[in-house]
């Protein structure tokens, strides 16, 4: 069948690979997107598999070995392979990202697996049109923040492009100094990431827009389409100076989005102070839930 050393690694040049494969198997979750993949290649040194229409990733994360079924068809003869590599790992978990289509499929098929629900890894989904219009007492805190912003800052909104792709850059930097990203291991990663996906905004397929206030760009957002009915924002960072940006870029997003989508995934939350907090404020529409399997429960 297929070994690990069989694993190549993640670069820009498979990119075509990745379509074809996601154009007929979507992927459930944005930590597997091929811009995902190649923009935190350097943090999760990501390798990949393809066998019989289905994709196999492995990563690597502080030296911890971890594989993925994305998506595909379901073949008990890959799976079988699959867990006799995941044996030999040292992880507790050496089988990670998990969707709910996927776990039910395998313990219809091996009912002794045992899954643990990664929260951290929940991906927020959200209808564009709650986003956009922020409608009801539920979402009257966030119209208030929104309406002062308004009223204290005149901006203007505009695409990112190569007309102003060095001034985002320079934004991004800014950002990653107010941060102290090169404090924080996750942070100094995120900052690859982005200026790794700025670097290779049009062959990424990649979308955005700038808010300029006062002549200077002082919040962004980067998105793509992920399926025929969701698009995914994948950065929105915005400058500390302006209480309330994040509300307005956000909306600003959300009223471009819903033209073309019915949902938008705005990815997981790692377990960050404040993050689930600022994401549960919005709603979810649903969350894609991810598992994690255990190495005790393969009994092959």
């Known amino acids: 069948m297929f070994l690990i050393d069989d694993f190549k690694p993640v670069t820009l040049d498979v990119k075509i690979l990745f379509q074809q494969h996601y ?36 990563s690597q994360i502080k030296g911890e070995i971890q594989l993925r079924f994305v998506s595909g068809k379901y073949d008990k003869e890959i799976f079988n392979q699959l867990f006799k590599i995941a044996k030999e790992l040292e992880s507790e978990y050496p089988i990670i990202f998990i969707d709910s289509i996927t776990k039910n499929w395998l313990l219809e098929n091996y009912p002794k697996l045992d899954f643990k629900p990664f929260r951290d890894g929940f991906d927020y989904i959200y209808l564009a049109t709650d986003l956009a219009d922020l409608s009801g007492t539920k979402y009257s805190k966030i119209r208030n ?117 019915r949902f938008i995934n705005r990815e997981s939350d790692m377990n960050i102070p404040g993050l689930r907090k600022a994401k549960m404020s919005y709603h979810p529409h649903h969350m894609v839930e991810v598992f994690n399997l255990a190495k005790k429960g393969i009994l092959i």
């Open 23 to 58: 154009q007929k198997y979507p992927t459930e979750h944005s930590d597997n997107l091929f811009t995902t993949l190649t923009s935190w290649n350097d943090y999760g040194k990501f390798r990949y598999y393809f066998i019989y229409d289905n994709l196999l990733l492995l």
């Open 145 to 261: 923040r929104l309406n002062q912003f308004k009223k204290n800052f005149s901006y203007n909104i505009e695409k990112i492009s190569k007309s102003n792709l060095n001034e985002v850059k320079d934004f991004l930097k800014r950002w990653c100094l107010w941060k102290d990203c090169d404090s924080d291991i996750l942070l100094e990663n995120e900052k690859k990431a982005i200026l790794f996906s700025m670097d290779h905004f049009e062959r990424l397929d990649l979308s955005g827009i700038a808010m300029r206030i006062n002549d200077k760009i002082e919040a962004i957002s980067v998105y793509e389409k992920m399926t025929s009915e969701m698009a995914v924002v994948h950065y929105e960072k915005g400058s500390p100076d302006y209480d309330g940006i994040y509300k307005a870029i956000n909306q600003e997003t959300a009223k471009i989005l819903q033209k073309n989508f």
